[in-house]
């Protein structure tokens, strides 16, 4: 759908504040089936010291009462982010109701999770009840690994923290 390409634009810009904010470059967004933006999310693990807050979990909490709504209203969201989501975020799209799930760019070597469980089947019912696509655009799929080659130098990359603890 051409609105797809809109709202992970959206997702783009906000992988690129994170990184901006020294920290993962992950942007989510929360959109309802008329095409409202619900809530958008992103990476903030290092300015919040939490290693859970993930950009689709930061959407699935700005949404709030929403999620709520949409599940007694059957209500189909769709999340889109700029990188597949990781075990961690995979439950919390479950657990939110989202309806479809759009990202940029696989995560196969990273900590990528929504295809190896849906892979497994142990949750088939609900993930035959989510529409799931994966890299639709490669220019923009391009920009996210752009922005994770820079994160690589970022000096809170744990390579680098430890680089700066433990000389070499
Ligand atoms: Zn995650």
Same mark, same amino acid.
């Given at each position: 759908?051409?609105? =797809?390409? %809109?709202?992970? *634009?959206?997702?783009? #810009? &906000?992988?690129?504040?994170?990184?901006?904010?020294?920290? %993962?470059?992950? $942007?989510?967004?929360?959109?309802? &089936?008329?095409?409202?933006?619900?809530?958008? $999310?992103?990476?903030?693990?290092?300015? *919040?010291?939490?290693?859970?807050?993930?950009?689709?979990? =930061?959407?699935? !909490?700005?949404?709030?009462?929403? /999620?709520?709504?949409?599940?007694?209203?059957? #209500?189909?969201?769709?999340?889109?982010?700029?990188?597949?989501?990781?075990?961690?975020?995979?439950?919390?799209?479950?657990?939110?109701?989202?309806?479809?799930?759009?990202?940029?760019?696989?995560? =196969?070597? $990273?900590? $990528?999770?929504? +295809?190896?469980?849906?892979?497994?089947? /142990? %949750? #088939? !019912? +609900?993930?035959?009840?989510? @529409?799931? /696509?994966? &890299?639709? %655009?490669? =220019?923009?799929?391009?920009?996210?690994? *752009?922005?994770?080659?820079?994160?690589?130098?970022?000096?809170?990359?744990?390579?680098?923290?430890?680089?700066? /603890?433990?000389? @070499?």
């Amino acid at each position: 759908m051409k609105k =797809d390409r %809109y709202f992970l *634009e959206l997702a783009l #810009e &906000e992988a690129e504040k994170a990184l901006n904010e020294n920290t %993962y470059p992950v $942007g989510a967004i929360i959109v309802d &089936e008329n095409q409202n933006i619900i809530s958008r $999310g992103r990476n903030r693990v290092h300015p *919040e010291q939490d290693s859970t807050a993930h950009a689709e979990i =930061d959407a699935i !909490r700005n949404a709030g009462q929403s /999620i709520f709504n949409a599940k007694v209203n059957r #209500e189909k969201f769709t999340l889109y982010t700029s990188l597949e989501p990781c075990p961690m975020c995979t439950g919390g799209i479950l657990f939110a109701n989202i309806k479809k799930v759009v990202w940029l760019l696989n995560d =196969d070597v $990273g900590f $990528g999770g929504y +295809k190896k469980i849906n892979d497994t089947k /142990i %949750y #088939e !019912r +609900k993930f035959h009840e989510i @529409e799931s /696509i994966e &890299e639709p %655009y490669g =220019d923009l799929k391009q920009k996210q690994m *752009e922005l994770m080659s820079k994160w690589l130098t970022n000096p809170n990359h744990v390579t680098n923290l430890r680089k700066a /603890i433990i000389p @070499e």
